[in-house]
């Protein structure tokens, strides 16, 4: 059984990840487990360069292969904004309500049809010998103009889905999964990591 460290300290995002590996030989486990660690730093320009940063940074504090995602919203009419900053768009320690606000009154006044966006993850997983594997996810909606549903974190009850017809804080765990983002690179890094335990 291969141990794997989600490194988050997003609840959300284990149970996510957990459940996407639920299939393979692996034991994951919360970083919170693991005491004390420094954050790492996200100095990178680009999901791909923050996920390999975390994972490779939480690997050697924990001495066990390590999963990190980077994951955001890229709006085109704020030119692909908030993007690496989606968790601090409205400031350092802004919570997800504060970077709704700040996302509505940014889009204010662009019509309906040009605020099309997308969610972006990139997984890494670091290997204790230094193997990385990565897979990335998209999934293309829109901005809406107000709050919609109760589920999911961040900026989901903004994100509305035409082709599903609701936000994704409007969809259940197991449409989510499916359907989003992270879903997507779950999919593709369990076949990888399938393949790599073999």
């Known amino acids: 059984m291969k141990e794997v460290v989600v490194a988050t300290t997003n609840k959300g995002k284990v149970v996510e990840i957990a459940l996407a590996l639920a299939d393979l030989p692996v034991k994951v ?6 005491g004390d660690i420094p954050e790492a730093v996200e100095d990178g320009d680009s999901f791909m360069e ?6 490779r940074h939480y690997a050697r504090y924990t001495g066990k292969a390590c999963l990190a995602d980077d994951s955001g919203l890229e709006v085109d009419a704020l030119g692909g904004m908030p993007g690496i900053y989606s968790a601090r768009f409205a400031g350092e320690n802004a919570d997800d309500a504060a970077n709704n606000q700040k996302l509505l009154a940014e889009l204010t006044g662009i019509c309906p049809e040009q605020r099309t966006a997308r969610f972006r993850c990139v997984l890494a997983l670091v290997d204790i ?3 990385i594997m990565t897979a990335d996810g998209v999934r293309e909606g829109m901005i809406g103009q107000e709050l919609r549903g109760l589920g999911g974190f961040g900026y989901d009850p903004l994100f509305y889905m035409p082709d599903m017809e609701k936000t994704m804080a409007e969809c259940s765990k197991s449409e ?4 989003s983002h992270r879903g997507q690179a779950l999919k593709i890094m369990s076949k990888i990591l399938g393949e790599y335990l073999k």
């Not at 923050?50 to 994972?55: D, G, I, Q």
């Not at 989510?176 to 359907?179: A, G, Q, S």
């Open 50 to 55: 923050n996920a390999r940063l975390k994972a």
């Open 176 to 179: 989510k999964n499916e359907i």
């Open 29 to 34: 486990l919360d970083l919170s487990e693991f």
């Open 129 to 131: 010998d230094g193997t």
